[in-house]
Structures are given as C-alpha cells and as structure tokens.
C-alpha cells in the first residue's frame, strides 16, 4: 500500500509540514512540504506502466541529468522504491505556472516566454542524453498501454496512429520536455522569465513536434486553460518560428499522449 511509504517517508520528513495538492500524472499522489527546505513528494504505485511520465525513479534520474547539463528543473533529493510504492522527493521551484490565472495584459508576454523556452530547450545538443523517446518508442508505450486497456475505440485509434506514423519521413530530433504542457511551465511573476520545468519523467530525444503538439493543445483548449484559446496556440506557433506548421505531426503526438 502506498500508505505504508508515505508513512515512511513522514518519518524521514518529519520536520516539515504534509499538504495534499492532489493527484498527479498517472495516479501520482503529490505533498508540497513546507519546513526547513521547501520540497514536494510524489507517490506512484509500483510497478509503473509503459510511460516513464508516471514514474518517479525515472523522473529523478531525468532531473539528475537536467541538473548536470543546465536545464532549470527541481533538484532531486531522495527517489527509490518502497514495498509496491515508486517515490520521488524535489526540491520546489520559484515561480507560478503558466497555467495559473495571469492578466489579460501579460498573458501574450507569457505565451512568448514559453515559446521561447521551448526553442532554447531545442536547440541544445542531444550528444550524451541518455533518454530517448522518438517516436518508435512512444509507439511502443502506446501499445503496451492499449494492451493493458483497450476499452472503447484505444484499439482502433492506435491503429490509425501507428498508420499514421508509418506515412511521416522521420522528424528532427532535439531535447524535449516530453509533456510540455502550460502547468509543468514555471515563471517569475515579476519578470515573466521561465524559471523551470516540473515533471520531466518524459523527457529526453525526440521530435520537437512531441512538445508542441502538447503545448498547442494545452494553450487552445478552453477546457484545460480557460485565459487562453486558440489565439494564443498560433501565437506560440508564431514565436516559435513553426511556420508552416506540420499538423500531421501535431495529430500524431496528440493521439499517441491520448493513448498513454
């Protein structure tokens, strides 16, 4: 049981402060804790699935490498497996995310931000990442993860992606967040310079249409970002410099996460 870990790590924690701030990605269980050291623990059961986006020991040898190449990310400091119970113990990060509520007027300047974080983050070399995640892989996590479930239509919409995936040339290939979505995005209110990433269990080489196929769709749906709308996807679009932009990329990468 996870109870039994978070026990634990109570103990191991036992001058700070437990606050619940939900559950996170694939059944994650996330504390911000609050005492000597500003930190946040994230519980996953064990085994994780197909997609490393839901396992914390992947996330922590991610952050590991992230610290050691310059890319601003929270610093791991305790990550392992305790009875059926993956954890991962971080270091908070300054900042809001870009998903929380902004002014009217800066929201454009935030959208710029973002896109602008996202093409420094792509254009720094890939030599020496040891995470890959093209597009054979995520392919594969999709499958597995469709075997395990194959309620509804999962069956036939991998099909049409894997359809899909067979019809594209093979894309570039850069250091990618993996789940680059508004909220995993961290900003200085004041500045509204990026101040780092959050959940990185995803990150490592693939096609750069893999973060804005997300960040895109995060931006555009009402549903996930209400202050926004499609108006600011083009933007990001715009700032990036996708132009044109490869929707059949866009498609692919939006139905592969819908599987995960």
């Excluded at 991998?158 to 508004?182: K, N, P, S």
């Excluded at 995005?185 to 004041?190: A, G, K, S």
């Excluded at 960040?215 to 933007?235: F, I, K, W």
């Amino acid at each position: 049981m996870m109870r039994n870990a978070e026990t634990m790590l109570r103990r191991r924690y036992d001058r700070h402060d437990w606050e619940s701030i939900g559950d996170g990605y694939s059944g994650a269980t996330v504390y911000r804790l609050t005492g000597p050291s500003a930190l946040f623990v994230k519980l996953a059961p064990w085994p994780v699935g197909p997609d490393t986006g839901g396992d914390p020991t992947a996330e922590a040898d991610r952050l590991r490498w992230l610290a050691a190449n310059g890319v601003p990310a929270p610093e791991p400091w305790d990550a392992g497996v305790i009875g059926d119970t993956a954890f991962l113990v971080s270091a908070g990060l300054p900042g809001r995310s870009a998903a929380e509520p902004w002014p009217e007027p800066v929201r454009a300047a935030v959208v710029d931000a973002v896109a602008d974080f996202a093409v420094w983050l792509h254009s720094l070399p890939v030599d020496g990442c040891p995470f890959t995640r093209d597009v054979p892989v995520i392919l594969a996590q999709s499958s597995e993860a469709v075997a395990r479930d194959d309620s509804g239509d999962r069956r036939a919409v991998l099909d049409r992606t894997a359809t899909l995936a067979a019809g594209l040339t093979e894309g570039a290939e850069a250091l990618c967040h993996g789940d680059f979505c508004l909220p995993n995005v961290l900003l200085d209110p004041d500045s509204l310079a990026v101040t780092g990433v959050v959940d990185v269990g995803r990150f490592g080489r693939s096609d750069p249409y893999a973060d804005l196929a997300l960040v895109t769709r995060s931006l555009a749906d009402h549903r996930l970002n209400p202050q926004y709308g499609p108006e600011y996807a083009r933007r990001f679009l715009r700032r990036y410099g996708a132009d044109p932009v490869d929707s059949d990329r866009i498609d692919l990468f939006r139905s592969l996460d819908a599987l995960l």
